[in-house]
Nanobody, 113 residues
Framework: QVQLVESGGGLVQPGGSLRLSCAAS????????MGWYRQAPGKSRELVAR???????NYADSVKGRFTISRDNAKNTVALQMNSLKPEDTAVYYC???????WGQGTQVTVSS
C-alpha cells in the first residue's frame, strides 16, 4: 500500500504563501489521480485540488487562481502551491491517493495575523 507523507504546513499571515508537499513511498506514475483535501474545525473534509496522471487538474472554486497542484512522477511527489492565503484557508491539509482511497496523516495550515 502506498504511504503518503505531507509536509510544508505552518503559520502564515494573510496574503502569504506556502508550498505543501506529499511524498509517496512508491512510484506514483501508475496512480491515475492524486489530490489534496482539507478539513477545517467543525467542517467536513473537502476537495481542494486534484491532478490526473495526464496532468489534468481541477480545483475547488474557493481556491481557483490562488492554488496550483503539480506532480513529479520521477520524485514520487505531489505539491500544492498556495498563494494569497486567506484566514478561511486554515485547515488540516491531506494528500489523497484517489485510486486506492488512501490518505496521509495531514499537515496543519494556519492563516492568521
Amino acid at each position: 500500500q502506498v504511504q503518503l507523507v505531507e509536509s510544508g504546513g505552518g503559520l502564515v499571515q494573510p496574503g502569504g504563501s506556502l508550498r505543501l508537499s506529499c511524498a509517496a513511498s512508491v512510484s506514483i506514475a501508475s496512480i491515475n489521480a492524486m489530490g489534496w483535501y482539507r478539513q477545517a474545525p467543525g467542517k467536513s473534509r473537502e476537495l481542494v485540488a486534484r491532478i490526473t496522471s495526464g496532468g489534468n487538474t481541477n480545483y475547488a472554486d474557493s481556491v481557483k487562481g490562488r492554488f496550483t497542484i503539480s506532480r513529479d512522477n520521477a520524485k514520487n511527489t505531489v505539491a500544492l502551491q498556495m498563494n494569497s492565503l486567506k484566514p478561511e484557508d486554515t485547515a488540516v491539509y491531506y494528500c489523497h491517493n484517489n485510486d486506492a482511497g488512501s490518505w496521509g496523516q495531514g499537515t496543519q495550515v494556519t492563516v492568521s495575523s
